[in-house]
């Protein structure tokens, strides 16, 4: 079944509070790292965070990445990796390797 039909801002509203859902989500379950998520579905955290301060650059709207990372991780992202980031495992560190040459 093909999406409905739905305006400029109908289909903006939505699509925050999907992005709103999944930073929520991603901040419940700080117990996924990163690593996995990137070697999984190849984007983390992180990324999420570059793409938001890309957005508001392109808006006109300076964002540091810190203050991106802020954002997503809901607290400073020292903080978030005191709390929470585990050392990758050499499996993960490989599994990534060969999936991100170069990253």
Not at 9 to 20: K, N, S, W, Y
Not at 48 to 60: F, M, P, T, V
Not at 67 to 92: C, F, N, S
Request: charged share 30%.
């Amino acid at each position: 079944m093909p999406a409905p039909e739905m305006d400029d801002a109908t289909r903006t509203e939505l699509e925050a509070a999907a992005f709103r859902r999944l930073v929520q989500h991603l901040r419940e379950r700080s117990d996924v790292q990163n690593i996995d998520l990137m070697n999984l579905a190849g984007f983390c955290r992180n990324c999420l965070s570059k793409w938001y301060r890309a957005a508001a650059e392109e808006r006109g709207v300076a964002l540091s990445d810190p203050d991106a990372r802020e954002i997503v991780y809901g607290m400073p992202y020292k903080d978030w990796q005191a709390l929470h980031q585990k050392e990758a495992t050499p499996e993960q560190k490989a599994k990534f390797a060969a999936a991100n040459p170069g990253h």
